[in-house]
């Protein structure tokens, strides 16, 4: 067969992504913090765009300034500018820098801050050790071990690395010289004596004994015989065979297991560098007048226009010669900037579309309570708007509403149901609630199990599994009944 060329044609439809629409796209499912520094960076870097009201004195203000002459403007400005200069003393304001001034200085000294609050973070556990370990007289030595050993601690303050594993880690500061066993000991215990009292130890076990050294604790303790002789015994909460076997009555036992309860389970927890994040609503939902009203935050996004000073400048530049490039250019950054103002308000549009479906469908809830939130998919809010699911996902993802009851992310909204013998189906959230309910109000002696948990909601004709009850009691957080029983 021979090659050769040839000319076909072919019409077919396909979905084309525009750079519009995937600045649209991402607008979307930006929080608020993310699109206010979206916008900043553009305020910057966009020319054409502005920041700012556009009311009617500034309007009339600007309407007034085209019509001034030039003339008669430079004019204006000249005069303003001598009238200025006039009133100034130039020669007692540049007496100082003059040579051989003998005057006192204008400007007074200040202070610089110190040194100490200008730091941009606030110091971690390394931090704590590390300052600890250089207050220390030790030698340069057994402070680079300790550097190795602090270098090597998780943030919980357990250490990662063995003994084995911190002597060949010598290897690295002097190649075929390691670290030997008492030297790694040596600087391990110096570490375990830092502050705070259990870090730099292996497991949980030895963390309690340190932290029960650090509080004086005789060798002849309870606690320590405890956490020494029946370690397992107390993981399972096992408190008679623990009364049996270190001979004392279960009723002097209680003190004992207060006290180890009273121990860090992670040492270094306190010296955690995690910040507070405080959420800010996107929507607001308020009754006015026997109706749910919805409004959309608007605070601290800048209110965005395009420059009429460069909209006069594309109208006065030509096509031709060396002002075409600057038209170009003019006429790029004011498309992009039509195109983000466009697509802010399309955004704000569509939250307010989700969220009106949203309070449209939940309102039983937001009248009466968890108890009447109904089951709800990205489906049917994209049904009721005319909208695709993928879009609904986008906007209620890192969205929060404030309503009536309380600040929830607009996920909270969309969740399974679970059928019942009569009437609709239930919400998962609701049964987590009723679940929630039953264990507040249990025996502490006697703890429902997930079986008799099961059986009740089921009497409530909600058909559940018991794998779904301990599933449901794993996402609250709340112990098994074995953990739940109250043995003193």
């Excluded at 200085?105 to 931090?127: H, I, K, Q, S």
Aim: aromatic share 6%.
């Amino acid at each position: 067969m021979a090659l050769e060329q040839r000319l076909s044609l072919k019409l077919a439809q396909k979905l084309v992504m525009t750079p519009s629409l995937q600045q649209a796209i991402k607008l979307l499912q930006m929080t608020r913090m993310e699109l206010q520094t979206v916008v900043a960076q553009e305020l910057e870097e966009n020319p054409v765009l502005e920041e700012g009201d556009e009311t009617f004195e500034s309007e009339s203000s600007s309407e007034t300034a085209e019509e001034t002459p030039e003339a008669e403007k430079e004019a204006t400005d000249e005069l303003d500018h001598q009238e200025s200069m006039d009133d100034i003393d130039l020669d007692a304001y540049f007496n100082d820098y003059l040579e051989g001034s003998t005057g006192p200085p204008v400007f007074e000294p200040r202070e610089a801050p110190p040194l100490e609050n200008t730091l941009t973070r606030e110091p971690d556990l390394y931090d704590h050790l590390l300052w600890q370990l250089h207050m220390s007289d030790v030698s340069a030595r057994q402070r680079e071990i300790a550097e190795v050993i602090i270098g090597n601690l998780e943030p919980d303050g357990f250490l990662m690395a063995s003994t084995e594993e911190l002597q060949l880690m010598g290897w690295q500061e002097v190649p075929g010289e390691a670290y030997t066993v008492q030297e790694v000991e040596e600087a391990l215990l110096l570490v375990q004596s830092f502050d705070p009292p259990g870090v730099a130890c292996h497991d949980l076990r030895e963390s309690l004994l340190r932290q029960l050294d650090a509080r004086g604790e005789p060798e002849s303790s309870l606690a320590r015989r405890v956490i020494e002789e029946t370690w397992d015994l107390f993981l399972k909460r096992q408190f008679q065979q623990i009364a049996r076997q270190v001979e004392i009555p279960l009723a002097d036992l209680e003190p004992v297991v207060d006290t180890i309860r009273g121990l860090q389970l992670r040492p270094g927890r306190k010296f955690s560098t995690e910040r507070t994040h405080y959420v800010e609503p996107d929507v607001y939902i308020a009754k006015v007048s026997g109706k749910y009203v919805i409004l959309l935050n608007d605070d601290g996004m800048p209110r965005l226009r395009i420059s009429n000073a460069y909209r006069r400048m594309l109208r006065s530049l030509v096509h031709d010669g060396k002002q075409a490039d600057a038209r170009q250019f003019i006429k790029e950054k004011l498309r992009s900037a039509m195109w983000l103002i466009k697509s802010l308000d399309q955004r704000q549009r569509t939250i307010y579309k989700v969220a009106d479906s949203i309070v449209h469908q939940q309102q039983a809830f937001l009248e009466r309570g968890i108890e009447y939130l109904r089951p709800m998919v990205l489906r049917d809010v994209a049904d009721d708007i005319g909208m695709h699911e993928s879009t609904v996902s986008r906007v209620v993802s890192n969205k929060y509403m404030h309503t009536p009851r309380g600040l929830l992310p607009m996920k909270f909204f969309f969740h399974s149901g679970i059928d019942r013998e009569y009437g609709s189906d239930i919400s998962s959230l609701t049964v987590k609630g009723k679940l929630r309910q039953f264990i507040q109000d249990e025996d502490p002696k006697r703890p429902l199990s997930d079986s008799e948990l099961t059986r009740m909601l089921q009497r409530e004709g909600i058909n559940i599994a018991r794998r779904t009850v301990a599933k449901y009691r794993d996402e609250l957080e709340v112990p098994s009944s074995t953990n739940r029983k109250q043995i003193f």
